[in-house]
Every structure is written in structure tokens, then in C-alpha cells.
Nanobody, 123 residues
Framework: QVQLVESGGGLGQPGGSLRLSCAASGSIFKLNAVGWYRQAPGKQRELVAAFTTGGSTNYADSVKGRFTISRDNAKNSLYLQMNNLKPEDTAVYYC?????????????????WGQGTQVTVSS
């Protein structure tokens, strides 16, 4: 089994910064495409930032220039540095990953979600 656990959410001030972390654990052979999503009350879950399988990055237009996604493959971890926070960034942030597991000589790739971490931007 694989678990994704987010941390680092909380209350941030407009113009301030927060850093989210996501740690993957379990029988992991490799993390492939990984990303951060968010869901605000009454809205659909949306992509915030992601690494593609090829290693390039994608950002939502609303966060370009403010948020930076990074990863540490040795630690099976993913990060989201959020700068110049705005009230509209308030949402539950979720980590998502395509994870390849090795079991019994075979490789399996499945998609996993973390449980989410609340980010609230308010003065």
C-alpha cells in the first residue's frame, strides 16, 4: 500500500507565504507524475501545479509566478512553495501521485491522493 501525507497547511496572511509538503510512503518503486490540486468550498477540484512524467512543470494561470512546485525523489516527497498568498488561494490542498510499486516481480502503477491539508488566507 501507498500513503500520501500532506503537511504545512494553516492560516496565512495576504502577501505571506506557506510551504506544503507531501511525503509518500509504502512499497514505492518510483514516483511518476506528481502534483498539487486544491478544492475551495462549492468549487471543483482544480490543478494547482504538477510535474509531468517527462519532468516538465505545469501551473494554473492563477498561481504562476507565485507558487513553485519541487520534489525530492530520494525522499519520495513533493513540495509547494506558496508566496504572495491571496484570499482566493483558500482551499483544501491535495497531493496526487502516479506511483509504481514492485511486487512479486511485477510492477504496478496506480494513482493516489493524500487526505488534504487546509490552507486559509485571511488577515
Amino acid at each position: 500500500q501507498v500513503q500520501l501525507v500532506e503537511s504545512g497547511g494553516g492560516l496565512g496572511q495576504p502577501g505571506g507565504s506557506l510551504r506544503l509538503s507531501c511525503a509518500a510512503s509504502g512499497s514505492i518503486f518510483k514516483l511518476n507524475a506528481v502534483g498539487w490540486y486544491r478544492q475551495a468550498p462549492g468549487k471543483q477540484r482544480e490543478l494547482v501545479a504538477a510535474f509531468t512524467t517527462g519532468g516538465s512543470t505545469n501551473y494554473a494561470d492563477s498561481v504562476k509566478g507565485r507558487f513553485t512546485i519541487s520534489r525530492d525523489n530520494a525522499k519520495n516527497s513533493l513540495y509547494l512553495q506558496m508566496n504572495n498568498l491571496k484570499p482566493e488561494d483558500t482551499a483544501v490542498y491535495y497531493c496526487n501521485a502516479d506511483v509504481t510499486r514492485a511486487s512479486g516481480g511485477y510492477y504496478y502503477t496506480d494513482n493516489y491522493w493524500g487526505q488534504g491539508t487546509q490552507v486559509t488566507v485571511s488577515s
